[in-house]
């Protein structure tokens, strides 16, 4: 069973202070690692999609990267506009167009 | 470019009513269309998708049920809603082919009461 984990659940940064947010996945043949934003009471907002370990993407104060069990977001220089929950997503060989979603990490960053 | 709609945004039901909720993509033809549920605080839980019109795939048993009458027209039902059917419904697109990423409609808010 494809499996996606990510952490922590909550996060509290001050404005400036970078960090990373982790997504671990048991898959069978990964096909595609998506990572999403969602702003509260909204729908997910999609961000990068990574499909090979190695692979890296960037989005402004966001960087996306890959590995081979793990996937991780890591956040430049936050501003409180970041805040929001951070969502993890895998494409499995076998799962057709179907992804398994991770539980999210909760970003809330202070000015 | 390609919008997707969602509607109504909010709505609040009583135990045992029925539902429909309805979910439409404009400029694609053709695309994947999924309904997830999102309670409180949690991940989103695939209930349904479908890869063309009148094909539908149901992930999680329920009292729900989903149907695409037209290419860009998807719609959620229930004949009884239940207390646990209460939560956020998000419905998204994607395209025919596979790797590629979903894109998520605005979100029905749904409280059973």
């Known amino acids: 069973e494809d499996q996606v984990t990510q952490s922590p659940e909550a996060l509290r940064l001050q404005e400036g202070e970078s960090s990373s947010l982790n997504c671990s996945y048991t898959?069978?043949?990964?096909?595609?690692l998506f990572w999403y934003r969602q702003d509260p009471g909204k729908g997910p907002e999609f961000l990068f999609t990574?499909?090979?370990a190695g692979e890296e993407k960037e989005k402004e104060r966001l960087k996306a990267t890959l590995t081979k069990k793990e996937s991780f977001l890591h956040i430049t220089a936050p501003k409180p506009e970041d805040s929001a929950t951070y969502l993890c997503?895998?494409?499995?060989?076998?799962?057709?167009?179907?992804?398994?979603f991770g539980g999210g990490t909760r970003l809330m960053v202070k000015p | 470019s390609q919008t997707i709609h969602q509607w109504p945004a909010t709505l609040v039901q009583p135990v045992g009513s029925p539902l429909s909720l309805e979910c439409t993509v404009e400029g694609t033809s053709n695309p994947n269309l999924y309904w997830y549920r999102q309670a409180a605080g949690r991940g989103l839980q695939l209930l349904f998708y479908?890869?063309?019109?009148?094909?539908i795939s149901s992930e999680v048993p329920q009292n729900l049920s989903a149907s695409r009458p037209q290419d860009r027209q998807f719609i959620l039902s229930s004949k009884k809603l239940l207390l646990s059917d209460s939560g956020f419904y998000l419905c998204?697109?994607?395209?025919?082919?596979?790797?590629?990423?979903?894109?998520f409609g605005p979100g029905t808010r749904l409280t059973v009461t």
């Open positions: 990574l499909y090979s």
């Open positions: 998204a697109w994607s395209r025919g082919s596979s790797s590629y990423e979903q894109y």
């Open positions: 898959v069978s043949g990964l096909r595609g």
């Open positions: 997503a895998v494409q499995a060989g076998d799962a057709g167009n179907m992804l398994t």
């Open positions: 479908s890869v063309g019109i009148g094909q």
